[in-house]
């Protein structure tokens, strides 16, 4: 998280987090997702050869363990030791030359051995890498060995020193901004911020007291009291100073109130989808203290005190219009006693006009009214939405708002099987076995006349081959040529 800005192949750095976490999690399935997300990092550009070489290593450990364990399709046909010592070579190489090609920094090229010293890579790594190169490939139990040295050397010099980074800058910005919020400092506090913490790190620390797996809060900073506890007293609740933190912030981020208004939507709706009955003591205030934020970010007394400036105020309608289209169209989960607070939070984004008129929302509203008139036919759209395989929006990407469907479990798909468990205990009665010979009965009745129809169609297609396959002499194919044809049709 250097100053200096970089084009990275993940969203932000909560995704890489994640990523790390599941790459070396003692789950499978874990793994799998890891694995899928740094195949679309590859498709988006240049991947670092540390993200690249971890997930390989990862992959070929993971299918020799569902191979032995024979729980995956990958399990079906095991590889064999040629095939498994090629595959641990060639990472081993490609992970080797790319960490020590960075090192390559003068005008004359460096010993490979002497680069890899200077990184900390022990010598018979190099010398194997040599070996796998020019001379014998060296044994699998060898080749696995190195593969999880490197892997631990991954860990502990890129994965784990990120991670720390991470929270570094956590802590740095709370001690900002913790005493700002209590009053006890001046507006110098943002001397130590940019832009890119006040997204990263400042507004999540505000509204859910956590960033990067660093808590700093029971819950967010603008939910607390300056005792570390939650606010339950809405009366008391300190408008102005936490107003001209905001704004302050805001000074450092043209998309700070934007962002703001995003996470206390989420904040929101994350608290209306849980029943009161397994909900902490202060979520009613929590949720009345997300209203009051709402109403005040697309009123008109912040656009005032953002002295109307075109582009925040722009980015606030952009991200509302987001925020009201996934209320609207995605079933978003909410307990039956705060349904009149979900409510309360689109009346509260519709009460903006910025909003209510935002093209993403009359796209939906119109795309809705089409649809609702028709039942199972196709329609024909104007358009495609921009960036169909990308996010098709700036401020509804925060993972609750997201919607991950594993392909795993496509049960729309024609060849989709459901399996349920079934209850020991029940017994069919007579009733329910004539209906089940009944159904049973119309399967079979269906598959004969399909295979009728099927055989229809053959006889069809041997009389036409045997019609039209006549030579200029007006003479019938030979039968081993007719049998040929036959062979090649797919129907046989």
């Not at 030359?97 to 090192?103: T, Y």
């Not at 900073?221 to 939650?230: I, Q, W």
């Not at 909410?334 to 984004?349: M, P, R, S, V, Y």
């Not at 098709?392 to 468990?421: K, R, W």
Request: with cysteine; charged share 20%.
């Amino acid at each position: 998280m250097s100053k200096r800005a970089q084009l990275v192949a993940w969203i932000d750095w909560r995704e890489w987090q994640l990523v790390h976490h599941e790459l070396f999690a003692d789950d499978v399935g874990a793994q799998q997702h890891a694995l899928s997300r740094i195949a679309a990092w590859r498709s988006r550009g240049h991947l670092p050869i540390a993200v690249d070489a971890t997930a390989q290593f990862v992959e070929l450990a993971l299918h020799e363990r569902l191979a032995q364990h024979h729980t995956h399709a990958v399990g079906v046909s095991t590889r064999s030791h040629m095939e498994l010592s090629l595959q641990y070579a060639s990472a081993v190489v490609r992970c080797v030359n790319g960490l020590v090609d960075g090192s390559q920094k003068g005008v004359y090229a460096m010993a490979v051995s002497s680069l890899a010293q200077r990184i900390g890579i022990p010598l018979w790594i190099v010398d194997l890498r040599h070996e796998s190169t020019h001379n014998q490939l060296p044994s699998l139990p060898v080749l696995r060995f190195a593969a999880r040295h490197l892997l631990a050397w991954l860990r502990s010099n890129y994965w784990m020193p990120q991670e720390t980074t991470l929270r570094s800058h956590v802590g740095q910005c709370a001690d900002a901004l913790l005493p700002r919020l209590r009053g006890t400092a001046g507006r110098d506090w943002t001397k130590t911020l940019d832009g890119d913490r006040v997204k990263n790190v400042v507004v999540p620390l505000l509204v859910h007291g956590e960033q990067y797996s660093e808590r700093v809060a029971v819950d967010g900073l603008l939910f607390v009291s300056t005792g570390d506890e939650p606010l339950t007293d809405i009366a008391a609740y300190p408008k102005k100073l936490f107003t001209a933190v905001v704004l302050e912030a805001q000074a450092l981020w043209r998309g700070a109130s934007a962002w703001l208004l995003t996470h206390i939507v989420e904040k929101a709706l994350g608290l209306c989808a849980v029943p009161s009955t397994d909900a902490p003591a202060h979520q009613a205030a929590a949720i009345a203290i997300c209203l009051w934020w709402i109403k005040l970010l697309v009123g008109n007394e912040w656009r005032e005190r953002l002295k109307f400036a075109a582009e925040p105020i722009e980015d606030v309608y952009q991200a509302g219009a987001e925020l009201l289209h996934h209320c609207l169209v995605h079933a978003t989960p909410c307990a039956n006693e705060h349904t009149e607070q979900f409510d309360a939070i689109k009346t509260a984004l519709r009460s903006c006009k910025g909003i209510r008129n935002h093209a993403v929302v009359a796209a939906s509203t119109t795309l809705q009214k089409d649809l609702s008139k028709l039942s199972t036919e196709w329609t024909l759209l104007s358009a495609w939405p921009p960036s169909v395989l990308g996010h098709t929006s700036n401020y509804v990407a925060l993972p609750s708002l997201a919607m991950d469907y594993p392909l795993e479990i496509d049960a729309s798909a024609d060849d989709a099987e459901v399996f349920t468990g079934v209850d020991d205990a029940f017994e069919p009665t007579d009733d329910e076995d004539a209906v089940i010979d009944a159904i049973m009965a119309d399967i079979d009745r269906d598959y004969e006349q399909q295979l009728h129809d099927t055989v229809a169609v053959k006889a069809e297609l041997l009389a036409e081959i045997v019609r039209e396959g006549k030579s200029v002499h007006r003479k019938l194919l030979p039968q081993e040529e007719v049998q040929r044809i036959q062979n090649q049709i797919e129907i046989w």
